[in-house]
């Protein structure tokens, strides 16, 4: 069920989902442990809170006041026995207290009496339960420096009683202890939960990396593990692998000979008019032949591609510069830049150098300047190609790519071969993972954009 929200609020939670929501599964999946992990930690710190820890402070606030105030009690009426009653109440309370009559004490007393910041959550109800106790007399309670004993002054007519008892009278550690034994239980909950997810995470992850991998051309062996879902898309994606490999594989054999019986005959015409006199129309055939051997290397080149060669890490910048300078005696003017940081990607060299070599080939037809640039942006690496040649239109900057089309309608040679150098190009950079895109030049002609990720 989708529920339909305002498109302001909409927007606010997609970009709110964007922003803080993770990107990865590993700490989506986290997250969905995490949160209600910490929500049932808060609402059982807060019942245990309310149904035990106070009431159990309370409770203990309440005694000690009740012995303070039994204990002024007592002093008030039988000041003979201060003595008698101060040993009482340290052996049966462990309530130590002094009676302080002279004025002159009691003020040293109150302004010397910073025994460090009042503790609330220690001291709050005892003040309370005092304030109860006491509601026409002025009381004060402090922590001593290392928190363990309590400060508890009153003030009466018949002098300033200090009270000293320890922090155990009126409060329950067993707070803390409950804390500490959810806080551990989480964690070691969280530490589980984490490599058990990164097991599983790493699985997926895996598939993934192969599965790029293969759009690249590079044959990474895979064995499926992990949860019997991910088990059964790696068994998928190995078995599509396999059935890409054969058709490519069937296709190459059937165009390789088709390439061996297209050429006997053609070889055969060849040498008969080799043997005849030389006239015009004999050198139109030879041309002619000449040009179906041309156009048959190129589709075998297209279709075939370069599917044996291996992936090396390929320097980019070297493999340019070797290109660049068969283009160096020709009627155009090359220039070349390049950036030192440019990183060398793993790819097939022969496919590779193919591909740019189409690309800067039709810039030397069309063009009398071209411009080459190397750069590496946002883990990819850039190649430009420009000219100030005629360009290619809009609307059939897509249709160049389409096999044997050309803008030459006419299909002469001396404008272009057949058709498929720009195929060929997208069909190996595509098989790199990476894309071309064609764009108006700052010369006034084309550019080439090839991007490939690093």
Same mark, same amino acid.
Do not use: C
């Given at each position: 069920?989708?529920?339909?929200?305002?498109?302001?609020?909409?927007?606010?939670?997609?970009?709110?989902?964007?922003?803080?929501?993770?990107? /990865?599964?590993?700490?989506?999946?986290?997250?969905?442990?995490?949160?209600?992990?910490?929500?049932?930690?808060?609402?059982?710190?807060?019942?245990?809170?309310?149904?035990?820890?106070e009431?159990?402070?309370?409770?203990?606030?309440?005694?000690?006041a009740?012995?303070?105030?039994?204990?002024?009690?007592?002093? /008030?009426?039988?000041?003979?026995?201060? #003595?008698?009653?101060?040993?009482?109440?340290?052996?049966n309370?462990?309530?130590?207290?002094?009676?302080i009559?002279?004025e002159? #004490?009691?003020l040293?007393?109150?302004?010397?009496?910073?025994?460090g910041?009042?503790?609330?959550?220690?001291?709050?109800?005892?003040?309370?339960?005092?304030?109860?106790?006491?509601?026409?007399?002025?009381?004060?309670?402090y922590?001593?420096?290392?928190?363990?004993?309590?400060?508890?002054?009153? #003030?009466?007519?018949?002098?300033?009683?200090?009270?000293?008892?320890?922090?155990?009278?009126?409060?329950?550690?067993?707070?803390?202890?409950?804390?500490a034994?959810?806080?551990?239980?989480s964690?070691?909950?969280?530490?589980?939960?984490?490599?058990?997810?990164?097991?599983?995470?790493?699985?997926?992850?895996?598939l993934?990396?192969?599965?790029?991998?293969?759009?690249?051309?590079?044959?990474?062996?895979?064995?499926?593990?992990?949860?019997?879902e991910?088990?059964?898309?790696?068994?998928?994606?190995?078995?599509?692998?396999e059935?890409?490999?054969?058709?490519?594989? #069937?296709?190459?054999?059937?165009l390789?000979?088709?390439?061996?019986?297209?050429?006997?005959?053609?070889?055969r015409?060849k040498?008969?008019?080799?043997?005849l006199?030389?006239?015009?129309?004999?050198?139109?055939?030879?041309?002619?032949?000449?040009?179906?051997?041309?156009?048959?290397?190129?589709?075998?080149?297209?279709?075939?591609?370069?599917?044996?060669?291996?992936n090396?890490?390929?320097?980019?910048?070297?493999?340019?510069?070797?290109?660049?300078?068969?283009?160096r005696?020709?009627?155009?003017?090359?220039?070349?830049?390049?950036?030192?940081?440019?990183?060398?990607?793993?790819?097939?060299?022969?496919?590779?150098?193919r591909?740019?070599?189409?690309?800067?080939?039709?810039?030397?037809?069309y063009?009398k300047?071209?411009?080459?640039?190397?750069?590496?942006?946002?883990?990819?690496?850039?190649?430009?190609?420009?000219?100030?040649?005629?360009?290619i239109?809009?609307?059939k900057?897509?249709d160049?790519?389409?096999?044997?089309?050309?803008l030459?309608?006419?299909?002469?040679?001396?404008?272009g071969?057949?058709?498929?150098?720009?195929?060929?190009?997208?069909d190996?950079?595509?098989?790199?993972?990476g894309?071309?895109?064609?764009?108006?030049?700052?010369?006034?002609g084309?550019?080439v954009?090839?991007?490939?990720?690093?």
């Amino acid at each position: 069920m989708h529920i339909k929200f305002p498109d302001k609020l909409d927007k606010t939670l997609q970009y709110l989902k964007l922003k803080i929501m993770p990107n /990865t599964l590993f700490f989506r999946t986290m997250l969905l442990i995490f949160i209600p992990l910490i929500l049932v930690q808060v609402v059982s710190v807060i019942a245990f809170w309310d149904g035990n820890w106070e009431k159990v402070g309370r409770r203990l606030s309440n005694n000690l006041a009740n012995n303070i105030t039994t204990a002024i009690e007592l002093t /008030t009426n039988n000041s003979q026995d201060l #003595e008698k009653i101060q040993a009482l109440y340290d052996k049966n309370y462990g309530i130590k207290f002094d009676l302080i009559k002279d004025e002159k #004490e009691q003020l040293s007393i109150k302004s010397s009496t910073h025994y460090g910041e009042e503790y609330k959550l220690v001291t709050g109800l005892l003040e309370k339960s005092l304030h109860h106790k006491f509601p026409q007399t002025v009381t004060n309670v402090y922590l001593d420096d290392g928190h363990e004993n309590i400060i508890i002054l009153v #003030e009466t007519g018949k002098g300033l009683y200090r009270f000293n008892t320890s922090t155990k009278n009126i409060f329950s550690s067993s707070l803390f202890g409950f804390v500490a034994w959810m806080v551990g239980t989480s964690l070691l909950l969280f530490l589980v939960a984490t490599l058990f997810l990164r097991i599983q995470v790493r699985s997926i992850a895996t598939l993934a990396q192969v599965a790029e991998d293969f759009g690249k051309g590079i044959n990474t062996p895979f064995k499926p593990y992990g949860s019997s879902e991910v088990r059964k898309a790696g068994i998928a994606f190995i078995k599509m692998k396999e059935r890409i490999l054969k058709q490519i594989s #069937e296709r190459t054999q059937m165009l390789a000979g088709v390439s061996h019986d297209l050429r006997t005959p053609l070889t055969r015409m060849k040498l008969q008019l080799a043997m005849l006199p030389e006239n015009d129309e004999n050198k139109e055939f030879i041309d002619d032949i000449g040009e179906m051997e041309k156009m048959l290397d190129g589709y075998l080149a297209f279709v075939s591609g370069e599917g044996g060669e291996k992936n090396t890490f390929v320097d980019m910048n070297e493999l340019i510069l070797s290109i660049i300078n068969k283009f160096r005696n020709g009627k155009a003017m090359i220039r070349y830049s390049t950036n030192d940081q440019v990183s060398a990607i793993q790819g097939r060299e022969q496919a590779l150098k193919r591909a740019i070599t189409n690309i800067i080939s039709n810039a030397f037809n069309y063009g009398k300047v071209i411009a080459v640039a190397l750069e590496s942006n946002n883990k990819k690496l850039e190649i430009t190609v420009d000219d100030d040649g005629p360009g290619i239109p809009p609307e059939k900057r897509e249709d160049v790519f389409k096999a044997f089309y050309r803008l030459d309608e006419s299909r002469n040679s001396e404008t272009g071969g057949v058709g498929l150098g720009l195929s060929i190009a997208r069909d190996i950079i595509t098989s790199h993972g990476g894309k071309i895109e064609l764009s108006d030049s700052e010369l006034g002609g084309l550019r080439v954009l090839i991007s490939i990720p690093l």
